[in-house]
């Protein structure tokens, strides 16, 4: 899949919304907090590309939001998924139990 300057454009929307949500004024202030360079990510940001992995896992804790959701605007949902883990460990448990 091939990520386009249009997506990394709304990349930069959900980082600056989610910014504003958790009341930090500007990235300057998260990147001096967290030891990224302002320089590097003012110029991914004005030439709509996406900043490294790593700086988004750090962009996305320090706004308190999940990479899925800066990357794509949604959030991944494995409730459905853990639920069915755990159905299957409880029917293992119980077979277990049985031959015990």
Do not use: H
């Amino acid at each position: 899949m091939s990520l386009s300057e249009q997506d990394a454009r709304l990349f930069w929307e959900r980082l600056r919304k989610q910014q504003i949500k958790v009341g930090i004024r500007n990235l300057k202030e998260i990147c001096r907090k967290e030891g990224i360079s302002y320089q590097t990510l003012i110029n991914q940001k004005c030439s709509d590309r996406y900043p490294a992995a790593t700086t988004i896992a750090i962009l996305a804790k320090s706004l308190n939001c999940s990479i899925d959701w800066l990357l794509t605007g949604k959030e991944f949902d494995n409730a459905g998924t853990l639920s069915q883990i755990s159905e299957k460990v409880q029917k293992v448990i119980d077979i277990l139990q049985q031959i015990d």
